[in-house]
């Protein structure tokens, strides 16, 4: 993913709605009257909704994700806010690892390499971002439970030719499970299908 061209004009305003998220209810959808509800009447702070569909915690149509409603934990919101930076702004990090850590200059050069727009909302970018990287946890990542890794073929009637191998890495909160689907050939020699669940053995689980 590029760079999100959301941004926000006060930056103390988005702040204060991420600080107020944790304690407000869920609603079915975030609209504007929902932001008012939380006290934010200006028209600037409209362009907030924008940023939280940006960085993953509402869906296109202003629902609430499940990284919305993680970040409503107060102890691992820092950390899914940091996960949500760093795959929203994953061209920040590629250029630079510690992009959290960047001054807004920095950020600035950065971003107007990647957005095509204007000095004024290229600086709006920078320090949209820098305003919820301070609030995020950059430095510390959430177990995730290791479970035994399993070969399932898909029921009863499932044919060799479709295996799907679960394997889980660590990650932060909130983790990923993937599936790795594989195609086997048709054939009646088993001696092919042992070596081939052989090598997944050795070299994926």
Not at 12 to 40: I, N, S, W
Not at 64 to 71: D, K, L
Not at 102 to 108: F, M, T, V, W
């Amino acid at each position: 993913m590029a760079i999100p061209h959301a941004y926000v004009r006060t930056t103390t305003k988005l702040k204060e709605l991420l600080g107020k998220l944790p304690t407000a209810g869920v609603p079915e959808r975030f609209t504007l009257e929902f932001l008012k509800t939380l006290g934010f009447r200006s028209s600037n702070d409209r362009m907030a909704i924008q940023v939280l569909k940006a960085i993953g915690f509402l869906d296109s149509n202003g629902t609430p994700t499940p990284s919305y409603r993680a970040f409503r934990n107060p102890k691992e919101g820092p950390y899914i806010l940091a996960n949500a930076l760093r795959e929203s702004y994953s061209d920040l990090f590629m250029a630079d690892t510690n992009a959290d850590e960047l001054s807004i200059d920095a950020l600035k050069g950065v971003v107007a390499t990647k957005v095509d727009k204007g000095e004024s909302v290229v600086a709006d970018i920078a320090r949209t971002f820098k305003a919820m990287a301070e609030l995020a946890d950059f430095t510390q990542t959430v177990p995730v439970q290791e479970e035994a890794d399993q070969c399932v073929v898909d029921g009863p009637t499932a044919t060799p030719e479709q295996v799907e191998v679960p394997t889980r890495v660590r990650a932060s909160s909130p983790s990923f499970h993937y599936n790795i689907e594989i195609h086997l050939p048709t054939t009646t020699d088993i001696s092919v299908y042992n070596a081939i669940f052989k090598s997944l053995r050795e070299n994926l689980l």
